[in-house]
């Protein structure tokens, strides 16, 4: 069945970047999502990939998708303390009737000290 | 405009007790998941509906649970015989409507303790 693996903890100092890594098995997959979740909060939707995309920007965050590997990353750039909060990587089946089943990570709780 | 809201947000009871959940999705949005979200673990899919019909309701771990969305808005996620295992964040979401990227809109969850 499908899996999505992920670091569970990432330390980083104010300023620097951060890298959160992500394994996936689902070679079907038809999107990836990077989702943040703050706590007390619901999850916000940072950003996503087509699977035939290898790169894609959007302004401090950078998406590297690595399809023969099934490595997906987020790189965030001059990491602030605003940035602290819990990172899940999700794959999406595409399935017949058009509608996306996510398959979560366990999380990355990304700590960002001064 | 208003994201999708659960209410409660949380909710104490005692085993075996019956709960009802509910997500009130985006006005307009067709499509809404649950989710159920373990302590320590990311979401796990639980049953998605389009408009008034569950399509999928392949997560639900077991007839305990059941959803209902009859005017194919409000939905309510209702659990018999609650057990302490069912603790955890029920999550809804939305979208507009099954399709391209079917960007999910998640709401704040509700937190339910079985004591």
């Known amino acids: 069945g499908e899996d999505v693996e992920q670091s569970l903890f990432l330390s980083v100092r104010e300023g620097d970047s951060s890298v959160i890594n992500c394994t996936y098995t689902?070679?079907?997959?038809?999107?990836l999502y990077w989702y943040k979740q703050e706590p007390g909060a619901g999850l916000q939707l940072l950003t996503y990939i087509f699977s035939n995309m290898d790169m894609k920007q959007d302004q401090r965050l950078t998406v590297l998708l690595n399809k023969k590997d099934k490595h997906l990353s987020l790189r965030i750039a001059d990491t602030q303390t605003g940035d602290s909060a819990i990172y899940f990587c999700a794959e999406s089946s595409w399935f017949s009737g058009g509608y996306n089943k996510l398959i979560f990570g366990a999380g990355t709780r990304l700590a960002v000290h001064p | 405009g208003a994201g999708v809201s659960q209410t409660p947000s949380n909710k104490v009871t005692e085993k075996g007790k019956y709960v009802e959940l509910r997500c009130d999705p985006i006005?307009?949005?067709?499509?809404l998941y649950w989710y159920r979200q373990s302590l320590g673990q990311g979401p796990e899919f639980l049953i998605y509906f389009q408009g008034t019909g569950a399509a999928d309701d392949s997560g639900l771990p077991n007839d305990r649970f059941f959803a209902v969305r009859p005017e194919g808005s409000v939905s309510t996620l209702k659990i018999q015989r609650t057990e302490r295992g069912d603790s955890a964040v029920y999550l809804c979401?939305?979208?507009?409507?099954?399709?391209?990227?079917?960007?999910?809109?998640f709401g704040p969850g509700t937190r339910l303790t079985v004591l």
């Open positions: 006005s307009g949005h067709t499509a």
């Open positions: 979401a939305s979208s507009l409507s099954p399709g391209g990227t079917d960007t999910q809109y």
């Open positions: 689902d070679s079907s997959s038809t999107y």
